[in-house]
């Protein structure tokens, strides 16, 4: 029987839509999960979305939504991305489905009747943002995590005796160096350990939308609890059929970002040891991608959608740049520039360039079928070939079983630059044009050695880049990739007179005016997430298209100095948060603010000096009228407008909310 492998993404939060840095965790575990298979694993990948907590509830809320009509809709977002992407994931779990919920409850039961969670009430900060409870002090006090302002919660809650697992969760580490990786991230959980754990609630009573609480349905479960769940719950635990559960777990990786390595370091081994259940082989964190020096997040309205990429550049392009550029576990850029130039540096020019040259000569000097090289006719330069080719083999399997897709693939990229070389210097267009037969058997070496490196360097790319190793497969005439065994991978095994396909360009060179493309898409499509539209207000007629315009409903007439529902919908009134303030020079009445708005920062210039020093401003949620036209002030351009109520003498006082309001949420 072969040996399983198990591996998960994260399941993410439905609050935002997907950006490129979901697919960059993905599309690591998609590349990892088609590897293994390759090497003849019996792999199961998960991926799917985290639908529950407070965050979510907000968002809805914001969006005009039921949370399950948000759910529904975002979820469907990343798993239509994840299709389009083609990606091999075997299950998509989503933490509102039924499956999901009866194996938390049973988990629940588990941890409870085992004696680790008892009832005692809770008074602290919460930071919604990271649905995490910290230690800090006071109202509105920032959460350590992110920087957000927390809210305090005061609350009989449920409690897990997180502090009873101290102890095994630091001899879990020492004995197991791998469970945690890299090594940067380990040192960080056990100092975070050692310096103590306290007992973690593991309840809400504040809010409905998520898992009831079994037997006390007042509560909820915590979200962290209900999310991590899903790696077991996914495979039938807890459930009638929980076959694959025996089969695959433990899982073998969970691959997840750096900022959530607590929760799955701590909090997931500590309640599988309370519930008696094997724990994950290891966990794997990697970096954040970075646009415009900040980690990309729709909190900071810095994010790239994949979908602009793979319009322009294809699944592959975005597959081979995340994976190539950025070292796995340390933090990387992103950029449009950079893209395009390794886009056409290694794509284009290199693989590309490899494949339809030596494919176009075997084509046009040997009827297309590989010819055989002669051991008479062989030279230093070809055993230097077949060497590397033998040595980025073992490299690159062994970077790969250690993360470093960017090194691995770097050392595959050595061998095509290695086999570009030895064609310029063996020329074999001058071989070509000459008859002698000293000639044509070096010309068949030659070519031979170039077809048998592209071969390597196609298979090894398999899994990063499924779509275009296949296309070279079969133009080097091997049929089928996907039943390729990596493991048995060596030179020499192009067989001779090997018929090519079809040969035609994989990659086709992008010019300058492919940034622009993706850079207006980017800036076109910046839009608040889950934007509420007046759906319920449209008739059937005016939703379809091909109606005629007559039979639209007629816009509705306020009688006079009233205005209608759709006039007040004109006004975009949205809540942001004051970032920076300062005095205008030489205006004694005006501020340059500079708001978020959650899906983007704007300055607006505010008439309110007199009433607000800048410094108190700074962190107070506001209203503004985000639709308004800019316009200029002292030569500084506003953008937008703070809404405030006018006292006598025209004295300012700023709209402000009881409740906490996410950022970007509209007033209507
Ligand atoms: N729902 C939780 C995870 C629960 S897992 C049991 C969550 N969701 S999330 O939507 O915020 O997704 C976080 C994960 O998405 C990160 O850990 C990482 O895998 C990926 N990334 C999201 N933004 C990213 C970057 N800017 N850079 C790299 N990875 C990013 O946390």
């Keep these: 029987m072969s040996k399983k492998f198990y591996i998960t993404t994260p399941i993410y939060y439905v609050n935002a839509r997907p950006h490129i840095g979901h697919t960059y965790t993905t599309i690591a575990c998609d590349t990892v999960a088609r590897r293994q298979r390759m090497m003849g694993y019996d792999t199961y990948f998960l991926t799917g979305t985290d639908e529950h907590g407070q965050k979510i509830e907000r968002a809805a809320q914001a969006a005009g939504k039921t949370p399950q009509q948000l759910t529904d809709e975002v979820s469907g977002e990343f798993r239509a991305l994840w299709d389009r992407m083609k990606l091999s994931y075997d299950d998509y779990i989503r933490t509102t489905s039924d499956r999901h919920k009866e194996g938390v409850q049973t988990l629940w039961r588990q941890l409870r009747d085992k004696g680790h969670i008892y009832k005692g009430s809770y008074s602290g900060q919460y930071c919604v943002y990271d649905e995490l409870y910290v230690d800090v002090v006071g109202p509105g006090a920032p959460c350590p995590e992110c920087g957000r302002p927390t809210e305090t919660v005061q609350e009989e809650n449920y409690f897990f005796k997180l502090s009873a697992f101290q102890e ?12 945690i990786r890299p090594e940067t991230r380990r040192n960080e959980v056990i100092s975070f350990v050692r310096s103590g754990l306290r007992d973690l609630s593991v309840s809400r009573s504040t809010f409905k939308w998520g898992i009831p609480v079994p037997d006390d349905p007042g509560h909820v479960i915590y979200v962290w609890l209900d999310a991590l769940a899903n790696y077991i719950t996914a495979l039938g635990y807890g459930q009638a059929d929980d076959a694959k559960y025996k089969k695959y777990w433990p899982a073998d990786v969970h691959m997840i970002g750096k900022e959530i390595v607590r929760f799955h370091c701590v909090y997931w081994p500590a309640f599988l040891l309370a519930a008696g259940l094997p724990l994950p082989k290891s966990i794997v964190a990697h970096g954040w991608l970075l646009f415009e020096e900040n980690k990309m997040s729709k909190s900071r309205g810095n994010i790239v959608r994949s979908e602009t990429i793979l319009d ?76 590397a080719a033998r040595k980025t083999i073992a490299d690159f399997h062994a970077n790969f079983a250690q993360y470093q897709f960017s090194r691995a693939l770097e050392t595959a990229w050595g061998l095509v630059a290695a086999v570009d070389k030895y064609i310029v210097e063996n020329e074999p267009w001058a071989l070509g044009e000459k008859q002698d037969e000293g000639s044509r058997t070096r010309l068949a070496t030659v070519l031979y050695t170039a077809a048998e490196a ?49 040969v035609q360009a994989v990659f086709p060179r992008a010019d300058k005016s492919a940034i622009e493309r993706m850079q207006k898409m980017e800036e076109q499509g910046r839009a608040p997430v889950a934007e509420s539209k007046p759906e319920e207000n449209k008739t059937a007629e005016t939703k379809s298209e091909d109606k005629p315009k007559a039979v639209a409903k007629p816009a509705a007439v306020a009688p006079e100095g009233k205005i209608t529902i759709d006039d007040f919908a004109k006004i975009d009134l949205r809540v942001a948060q004051v970032k920076v303030a300062e005095k205008v020079p030489n205006a004694d009445k005006l501020l340059r603010l500079e708001v978020d708005l959650g899906y983007e920062t704007r300055q607006i210039v505010a008439g309110i000096a007199e009433a607000y020093a800048p410094e108190a401003l700074v962190g107070r949620k506001v209203v503004i009228v985000a639709n308004l036209a800019p316009r200029k002030l002292r030569g500084l351009e506003s953008n937008g407008m703070i809404v405030a109520a006018s006292l006598e003498g025209g004295k300012p006082v700023l709209a402000a909310f009881l409740e906490e309001v996410p950022l970007g949420a509209r007033l209507k």
């Design 312 to 387: 322009v550049l294809g699944a592959d392009a975005l597959r081979y740049f995340l994976l190539r550029e950025i070292v796995f576990g340390q933090d990387g850029s992103f950029s449009f520039d950079a893209l395009v130039q390794r886009y056409n540096s290694d794509l284009a020019n290199g693989l590309g360039n490899l494949a339809s040259r030596t494919l176009t000569m075997i084509s046009r000097y040997f009827k297309g079928e590989v010819p055989y090289p002669s051991a008479t006719a062989k030279n230093a330069s070809d055993d230097a070939i077949a060497e």
């Design 454 to 502: 592209l071969r390597i360097v196609t298979a090894l790319a398999h899994p990063v880049m499924p779509e275009a190793t296949g296309k070279i497969w079969t133009q080097l005439g091997l049929g089928n990739i996907r039943e390729l065994n990596l493991h048995e991978l060596q030179w020499g095994q192009l067989k001779l007179g090997t018929r090519l396909g079809e």
């Design 168 to 179: 095994q969760l630091l001899e879990l580490y020492t004995q197991q160096p791998d469970f």
